[in-house]
């Protein structure tokens, strides 16, 4: 990826990114002289310039009795970015309404392999009630598909976002081990579900969504986005919890 690439990337594309590194090789210079470098008409240059500086990456001198221009500090386009970051932060609230209330039918995604298990797990993460329900097949499966590493970083990632989970697992498919049982420094609590008990597939209810995680030998991952299953599980998931014994 090209510089001019990169800045499309972030929002700054085509003219403005051309005339903006035109200004940043110049230095102070007249407007025609960066719209010459920059490979745009007078016209078009003072209207880039005028959202260039709105952005705080371009900046007007007074020379001898005529208009400079110069680009500010490259530094400054990270500032831009965590000026659009807190912008979007602000309209996010509103914009998930809206999505929520557009969708009339099931959203529900499909993903294959590792890289798609990781991108439901990571979905599980983003959760708005930081209230997490999981009723886990094999702890065996998880390894193997995605290696105790990535594991013990996404259990890290939950915690740092502050997403409490409670958990149901299969005692006679642990093996003996015990890792993660129950421990609030962990926002974690775990209950063995009752005796016989085997599940093939890891299933996450949270807000209105499901995930469900296959084995190893099937390896694959949906998210189902429906406040009527969303519902549903967290109501077969109180009768488990229920009926499980605390680890």
Same mark, same amino acid.
């Given at each position: 990826m090209n510089i001019e690439e990169a800045l499309g990337r972030i929002g700054i594309g085509d003219k403005r990114a051309r005339f903006y590194l035109a200004a940043l090789?110049?230095?102070e210079a007249p407007v025609q002289?960066?719209?010459?470098?920059?490979?745009?008409?007078?016209?078009t240059a003072?209207?880039? /310039?005028?959202?260039?500086?709105?952005?705080?990456?371009?900046?007007?001198?007074? !020379?001898?009795?005529?208009?400079?221009i110069a680009a500010e500090d490259p530094g400054r386009l990270l500032a831009v970015l965590d000026d659009r970051r807190r912008m979007l932060e602000g309209v996010l609230p509103?914009?998930?309404? %809206?999505?929520?209330?557009?969708?009339? %039918?099931?959203?529900?995604?499909?993903?294959?392999?590792?890289?798609?298990?990781?991108?439901? /797990?990571?979905?599980?993460?983003?959760? @708005?009630? !930081?209230?997490?329900?999981?009723i886990l097949s094999m702890t065996s499966d998880v390894f193997k598909v995605l290696g105790q590493l990535a594991m013990e970083h996404y259990v890290a990632r939950r915690i740092a976002a502050g997403v409490h989970l409670q958990v149901?697992?299969?005692?006679?498919?642990?093996?003996?081990?015990? @890792?993660?049982?129950s421990r609030a420094e962990e926002l974690r609590e775990l209950r063995w579900a009752p005796a016989g008990?085997?599940?093939?597939?890891?299933?996450?209810?949270?807000?209105? !969504?499901?995930? /469900?995680?296959?084995?190893?030998?099937?390896?694959?991952?949906?998210?189902?986005?429906?406040?009527? /299953?969303?519902?549903?599980?967290?109501?077969?998931?109180?009768?488990?919890w229920h009926a499980s014994k605390p680890a």
């Open positions: 090789e110049l230095g002289k960066v719209a010459d470098r920059a490979g745009i008409s007078r016209t003072y209207d880039v /310039l005028a959202r260039l500086t709105r952005d705080g990456l371009m900046s007007r001198v007074e !020379k001898g009795g005529r208009l400079h509103e914009l998930r309404s %809206r999505f929520s209330r557009s969708a009339t %039918r099931p959203r529900i995604r499909f993903y294959e392999g590792r890289d798609g298990i990781n991108t439901v /797990l990571s979905d599980t993460l983003a959760c @708005r009630s !930081k209230q997490l329900k999981g149901v697992r299969s005692r006679e498919l642990e093996g003996g081990r015990t @890792r993660w049982l008990a085997a599940f093939t597939m890891t299933i996450w209810t949270y807000d209105d !969504k499901v995930s /469900l995680i296959s084995s190893r030998r099937e390896n694959f991952g949906i998210i189902i986005q429906s406040e009527e /299953l969303s519902d549903l599980m967290n109501t077969l998931f109180a009768v488990l």
